[in-house]
């Protein structure tokens, strides 16, 4: 069974903070996508990385991939307010045909002005 | 009205009452699911739609029945529930079923309570 274990699993920093969040898993996934989502409301896609050791950024967030594709973070810069949330990495099980996305269990960001 | 629409957005229910949730879709997608969300644990995937069939049945309890009369509506029918069923409801949906890189478009979700 294919696991992902993200953590922390609970941060709380002040504004201007800089934070990592962690997924790791002892499998090999084909992608991984991370999600964020906000009191009330459903998980909202940020980003795609597909490639092992890549790295994207998004503004003052920047996702990278493990080399083996078993792992990945995301690294938030500057932390504000608005990124207060619950962040979730989720693995792309590519290896049959059905596909399946496996996800963590999530990180609640809490950000403090 | 754009993306995935959910209703309702909260419900409480006894053990021995019938409710529907329903689940609407206005980007042409052609498949859509079905998540569980409770406190610490990971999302779980319970049923998957691709053009209208059932793809995939988690091994979810038969107290829980899905339906989808056409590629923008889902339903899951509810009955007899237990209080451990309390959780988020979450619908997504893609444009193809999920097999590598589709992005998924959640809705809001149910906030289902089991008294």
């Known amino acids: 069974t294919q696991l992902l274990e993200q953590s922390p699993q609970f941060l709380s920093i002040q504004e201007g903070e800089n934070l990592t969040v962690y997924c790791n898993s002892s499998?090999?996934?084909?992608?991984l996508q991370w999600y964020r989502q906000e009191p009330g409301e459903g998980p909202v896609l940020l980003v795609t990385?597909?490639?092992?050791?890549e790295v994207k950024k998004l503004k003052r967030l920047t996702f990278q991939f493990g080399d083996a594709r078993k792992d990945s973070s995301l690294h938030i810069t500057a932390a504000q307010p608005g990124d207060t949330g619950l962040y979730l990495c989720?693995?792309?099980?590519?290896?049959?045909?059905?596909?399946?996305?496996?996800f963590g269990q999530g990180t609640t960001l809490q950000v403090k002005p | 009205e754009t993306g995935v629409t959910q209703t309702p957005r909260h419900l409480v229910m006894g053990m021995t009452n019938k409710k529907s949730l329903k689940c609407e879709q206005h980007?042409?997608?052609?498949?859509m699911y079905w998540y569980k969300q409770s406190a610490k644990k990971p999302l779980e995937l319970m049923f998957v739609?691709?053009?209208?069939?059932?793809?995939e049945n988690n091994s979810v309890p038969s107290r829980f029945s899905p339906e989808c009369p056409n590629s923008s509506h889902l339903f899951l029918h509810l009955h007899t529930l237990q209080p451990e069923d309390s959780a988020l409801y979450l619908c997504?949906?893609?444009?193809?079923?999920?097999?590598?890189?589709?992005?998924?478009?959640f809705g809001s979700g149910t906030q289902l309570s089991v008294l």
């Open positions: 980007l042409g997608h052609n498949a």
């Open positions: 739609y691709s053009l209208e069939e059932r793809v």
């Open positions: 989720a693995g792309g099980d590519g290896s049959s045909n059905t596909g399946k996305l496996i």
């Open positions: 990385v597909v490639t092992g050791g």
């Open positions: 499998s090999v996934f084909s992608s």
């Open positions: 997504a949906s893609s444009q193809d079923r999920w097999i590598t890189n589709e992005k998924l478009f």
